[in-house]
């Protein structure tokens, strides 16, 4: 029966054998996204700077010329186009920043001469006394350590701190830790512009409608898809933007949230005798009613929830007189570096009643 720890993570001749530098992932090795990768990212544009040219013609013929109310016109113009561009600034963010480098407290030898030279891996190991055979604490993908929350992408071939989720449509990159604030920046911005838009475009249609000599017979054809282009951007983003709401409340990442699971690899050693389990348990071995006492658990467990403020803080909150500014324009980044993420009080108690009740559904438990 395997047991945590038992195995080591790296022998000796490894040890001696590999240098690397943590953080980095040997470019060789990172697989290579092909250009249509990139074509959501350009869906995404056009559906944000398509509807300006009708915006700007139902603003100017239904509310400067047919209605003669300048103020009106000049206050939604600004309203819109602010919204335009805090929704494209926060997705400049998302696609141009690094989403959180894995990076350990010490990359480079600074006691020599030799400043470019990478840190050996025993080295490494050695200042650091994280127990890197624990379970999600080493990378065998990148072969660098991985801090808590952090998971290896697939398609970017890297980890990222505190993943959230890989995401096509923002030019097929990682949402994780410093993108984050951006990203729920964006779809914040982009549901309140498709409302905005909807909002003013309904009622300039409806009064089309009922003065249908008092307009041309373009504009109102501008007004129906418009409105009907607010809509479904609004249904589609705002249920998108209120899950995230939900998950920045509880301190959830997409990954955590939909991947039970991983409470697994959290769980406090179990006994050596008495069932059948791997220690940590793994999510093959587990009976169909194991499994539900997971999924069930789930739901109650949140490991890193510390009350609504805090978590909000966590992601959004900043330590400058000005640090409102960022957050207002384009979301920012999270605060901190991401490798410390205090948890839950309550959350060591939860997993050890959660693997006790594993322990006494095991099927061969005797």
């Known amino acids: 029966m395997p047991r945590r720890g038992t195995t080591p993570l790296v022998n000796d001749v490894e040890l001696q ?11 060789d090795e990172k697989p290579k996204k092909p250009w249509y990768y990139r074509l959501p990212l350009l869906v995404t544009v056009i559906l ?10 139902v603003l100017v013929d239904h509310h400067w010329r047919v209605m003669k109310s300048p103020l009106f016109f000049a206050v939604h113009l600004a309203v819109i186009y602010t919204l335009t561009f805090t929704t494209l600034t926060s997705l400049l963010i998302c696609v141009t920043r690094d989403p ?20 050996g891996l025993a080295e490494a190991l050695m200042a650091d006394d994280t127990d890197y055979t624990a379970p999600g604490k080493w990378c065998r993908k990148c072969w660098a350590p991985k801090p808590e929350r952090a998971h290896h992408c697939s398609v970017c071939g890297r980890c990222v701190m505190k993943m959230d989720h890989h995401c096509p449509w923002l030019g097929s990159s990682c949402i994780g830790h410093r993108t984050y604030p951006a990203f729920v920046h964006f779809l914040t911005c982009a549901t309140l512009l498709a409302i905005y838009i909807a909002t003013v475009s309904v009622r300039a249609l409806i009064y089309s409608f009922q003065n ?3 307009v041309d017979e373009v504009t109102p054809v501008h007004e129906l898809v418009l409105s009907m282009y607010g809509i479904i951007i609004s249904v589609v983003i705002g249920p998108f933007a209120a899950y995230h709401y939900y998950l920045i409340t509880t301190n959830q990442t997409t990954l955590e949230h939909i991947s039970p699971f991983m409470l697994l690899r959290h769980l406090p050693p179990l006994p050596r005798t008495g069932h059948s389990l791997s220690d940590p348990p793994l999510e093959p071995e587990l009976s169909y009613e194991q499994r539900r006492i ?9 490991m890193y929830d510390l009350g609504w403020r805090r978590n909000w803080a966590q992601v959004f909150g900043w330590n400058t007189r000005w640090g409102w500014v960022p957050r207002l ?3 920012g980044a999270s605060p901190g570096d991401g490798t410390h993420q ?4 309550r959350a060591d108690e939860l997993l050890a009643k959660l693997a006790e009740d594993l322990i006494k559904a095991d099927r061969n438990f005797r």
């Open 17 to 27: 054998t590999r240098s690397i530098s943590f953080g980095s992932a040997d470019d």
């Open 48 to 57: 944000i700077l398509a509807p300006q040219p009708s915006v700007l013609r």
């Open 100 to 119: 959180g480098p894995v990076n350990t407290h010490a990359t480079r030898r600074t006691d020599y001469g030799g400043d470019d030279e990478d840190i």
């Open 212 to 214: 249908p000599y008092g």
């Open 294 to 302: 997971v999924k069930d658990a789930h739901g109650k467990i949140l």
């Open 329 to 331: 324009l384009c979301g």
């Open 342 to 345: 205090p948890r839950n009080p």
